[in-house]
């Protein structure tokens, strides 16, 4: 079946810094992808729509500055957290649509910043 | 907007004994697709059953059914002969179809967490 590939799985990295998180579809082409992020013990918050070959759309309260997207193939979108401070800490999961209308989620990504 | 209802935070269960957990959502949209996901503690979404909006039959799957109410816009899943494995959080979600059709975004319920006792 269709498989969502999220990498990497964790991540510390340094406050001011940059971390890049990539979701792939395995055997499909996704033109649409979407970008999660899940706070303990809550649901998931839905961040944004990547686009293929197009800007994302952002949810309203999220910094496009700070989280970028690019969306520049078939089968990958990435989320880069820019500048990351603490508070950008947490589980970070993307989905894409596959056949049947079924989305099909990544495994996930922590994001630690120290 | 759309909005999706779980009113359960948490639910026991003993083993091998069935559970019932409780979506209702809000919409004016006529199609739509409604889905259960469960996310164990390792945080991966797993896709549990779905369900079409234009579709009466009450989706099922092994030991996973569903009781679609389209009119009470309510999307109950009921889990039988529950086994120590189906312990994890449970989340309600709703997806709808633009007049373009292609996918659009998941809304999800705040999510339900099963424990089961052996």
């Known amino acids: 079946g269709a498989v969502v590939s999220q990498h990497p799985s964790r991540v510390i990295c340094k406050s001011g810094t940059s971390v890049k998180i990539e979701c792939r579809s395995l055997?499909?082409?996704?033109?649409?992808m979407f970008w999660y992020r899940q706070f303990p013990k809550q649901s998931l918050m839905l961040m944004a729509t990547s686009n293929e070959g197009s800007k994302a759309t952002y949810e309203q309260g999220v910094e496009k500055d700070k989280f970028l997207i690019n969306h520049a193939s078939l089968t990958l979108s990435t989320l880069t957290v820019t500048s990351a401070h603490p508070e950008d800490s947490s589980f970070y999961i993307c989905?894409?649509?596959?056949?049947?209308?079924?989305?099909?989620f990544g495994e996930g990504s922590w994001l630690t910043v120290v | 907007a759309q909005t999706v209802t779980q009113s359960q935070p948490e639910m026991s269960v003993q083993e091998a004994e069935t559970v019932t957990l409780s979506c209702t959502y809000d919409?004016?949209?006529?199609?739509?697709?409604l889905f259960w996901y469960k996310q164990p503690p390792s945080r991966q979404m797993i896709l549990v059953i779905r369900?079409?909006?234009?579709?009466?039959q009450n989706a099922t799957e092994n030991r996973f059914s569903v009781n679609f109410q389209k009119a009470a816009k309510s999307f109950s899943l009921k889990i039988s002969d529950s086994q120590l494995g189906d312990a994890a959080m449970y989340f309600c979600a709703y997806r709808w179809e633009t007049a373009q059709g292609g996918s659009e975004k998941l809304v999800f319920g705040k999510g339900t967490k099963l424990t089961v006792n052996p």
């Open positions: 369900q079409e909006a234009y579709k009466q």
């Open positions: 055997d499909f082409q996704a033109t649409t």
């Open positions: 919409t004016s949209e006529s199609d739509y697709y």
């Open positions: 989905s894409a649509a596959g056949a049947g209308n079924t989305i099909y």
